[in-house]
């Protein structure tokens, strides 16, 4: 009798423990995934040939989004941004201000899906027309694995790095001639 007791009271405790661990594994889950946001965005106004898809990049590099930027022909800007919704906030702020030579710049976001095998922010066709750079490359930054975020001063740094291991050697020269 005092065995049954002893075997019933054991199969209580696993449950009982299974179902806490079950319970923790699901709230976790689901707390991370309501962090994870993405917005598509256009911005319109003076956002083209003045480094805009630049700031938006450095953006994504601080706060460790996903995403794209690229030029339309009508002269806006597209861009989707993927990650942390505090961070997003973050760079929706900075891209809502602008650089130093934009202007009336206007930005329309929605809620976009969140595409959970996006680990990459890609500017698509980027060229400099201040560093007379025609030809067009693709900046890519890779998430940083840990998720972390990054100074702005640090995100310059990567950006630089991206550059340099972009563009080609002359390309890289008159990038490497004035900073951004």
């Known amino acids: 009798m005092m065995r049954f007791k002893l075997l019933s009271g054991m199969k209580y405790l696993l449950r009982s423990v299974f179902a806490a661990f079950l319970f923790c594994f699901t709230v976790s889950t689901a707390a991370s995934y309501a962090e994870t946001a993405a917005v598509s965005g256009v911005v319109s106004g003076r956002v083209q040939q003045v480094g805009f898809r630049a700031m938006i990049l450095k953006q994504a590099i601080c706060g460790n989004l996903a995403g794209t930027a690229r030029n339309l022909e009508d002269g806006t800007v597209q861009f ?10 973050q760079a929706l702020a900075a891209i809502r ?11 329309v976001t929605s809620p976009a899906p969140i595409d959970a095998n996006l680990k990459t922010f890609t ?26 975020s990054v100074s702005q001063q640090e995100s310059r740094k990567i950006y630089r790095g991206i ?16 900073r951004n």
């Open 97 to 107: 201000k602008g650089t130093s030579k934009s202007a009336d710049v206007k930005v």
């Open 163 to 178: 550059l340099n291991s972009t563009l080609n050697a002359e390309d890289s020269q008159k990038s490497n001639r004035k």
């Open 123 to 148: 500017v698509s066709a980027w060229t400099s027309s201040s560093r007379k750079i025609v030809n067009p490359y693709d900046l890519v930054f890779d998430l940083r694995p840990d998720n972390s």
């Open 80 to 89: 989707l941004l993927q990650g942390d919704r505090d961070r997003i906030e």
